[in-house]
């Protein structure tokens, strides 16, 4: 009895330690966003070669589309663009890659997001503008580890509120939304430091900055064509306030002791 009750126990001991080293021999180290835009993206033509060992993969413009098909076989990507690539369908490869860290999607023809974009925990850069996207999961919530929002130019009527969620958010792009307000959610994201509401004639300003006034790391604040009259009262109380863009041509300092 006592053999049998200790060898269960081997096994189990020894299946630990060999799911730890297969853990520690999966451990990729991730690049900074610095270091990631810098690097020299792997040529179309040589990824095939070793798809595995792919870090940077620029596809832009339809560079190298036959590999589009063939995405599953870049497991260790952490750059993905497939931007301007005249795309209507989201590649369900991408979702799996568990290093991804920055992908840009932005101008094609894609009119929604899968809900398993929230499998990409390791993301911190996102662009989708420029695509006629009328809604974004729920589940874009879950990546907690996002930075930079790209979501100029679509074709969004509502914001779903996990967007709230997103507190490790710096900058966030909402330029030619056809934005009326901002969702008062948006006062939850502690992190974020830019906003660009540029070209949304229509947007209530007073509101706006009513919820931008909750932020206390906000530093700039984009209003270029958004038919911005005055400056609200409010906008004092952004006490970390550094810039607002109203103008093409003119940066107005928006300091504390100014109101």
Partial sequence: MYRVKYGWLLVCVLYTLTSCAQNKQETVKLLSMEALEKMKGTDPEETIEKPEEVIKLDLTGGVGTKHIKNLSQFK???????????LNQFSPAITEMKNLQWLDISGNMLNQLPEDIGKLITLRRLHIGGNPIKELPA????????????????KLTSYPKELSQLKKLQ??????????????????????????????????????????????????????????????EAMGKIKSLKNCLLMLSLWICLKLHQF
């Fill in 139 to 154: 589940t874009i919530g879950k990546l907690t580890n996002l930075e930079y929002l790209h979501l100029a130019d679509v």
């Fill in 76 to 86: 260790n990507l952490q750059y993905l663009s497939l931007a301007s690539n005249s």
């Fill in 171 to 232: 900058e966030v792009v909402l330029q030619n939304n056809n934005l009326k307000s901002l969702p008062d959610f948006f006062g939850e994201l502690e992190s974020l430091q830019a906003i660009y509401l540029d070209y949304n004639s229509e947007l209530n300003i007073e509101q706006t900055i009513k919820v931008l006034s909750k932020l206390n790391h906000l530093e700039e604040i984009v209003l270029v064509g958004s038919n911005v009259k005055r400056l609200p």
